[in-house]
């Protein structure tokens, strides 16, 4: 079984930082590729970055703000947010995509989500 654990998150005023982390772990045979996405109430989920093959992309609307980095063993997923504003408040969840032991193809793999709230 494979399971994504993230921690970080909390409370920030506007303009500050926070780093969110997520692991895979479990019987992993090979990781695809992980990634952030964010939702708000009432909101479809929204993608915010991932990273495949050593390879980063994020949405417009962080670039320059939020960085997405990994580990060497490509089990675990960072997500560096840095001027932090009110609107990107919202539940981060991490995605892996990722081949278990035994499988032929990858899965799709989901944290628990954890809350980022930006406010003064």
């Known amino acids: 079984q494979v399971q994504l654990v993230q921690t970080g998150g909390g409370l920030v005023e506007p303009g500050g930082s926070l780093t969110l982390s997520c692991a895979a772990s479990?019987?992993?045979?090979?990781?695809?590729?992980m990634g952030w996405y964010r939702q708000t109430p009432g909101s479809q989920r929204e993608y915010v970055g991932s990273?495949?093959?050593?390879?980063?992309s994020v949405v417009d609307s962080v670039k320059g703000r939020f960085t997405i980095s990994g580990d060497n063993a490509g089990t675990t997923v960072y997500l560096q947010m840095d001027s932090l504003k009110p609107e990107d408040t919202a539940v981060y969840s991490c995605?892996?995509?990722?081949?278990?032991?035994?499988?032929?193809?990858?899965?799709?793999?989901w944290g628990q989500g954890i809350q980022v709230t930006v406010s003064s």
């Open positions: 995605n892996g995509m990722i081949t278990p032991s035994g499988a032929t193809k990858w899965k799709t793999y």
């Open positions: 479990g019987s992993i045979f090979s990781v695809y590729s």
């Open positions: 990273l495949s093959n050593g390879h980063t």
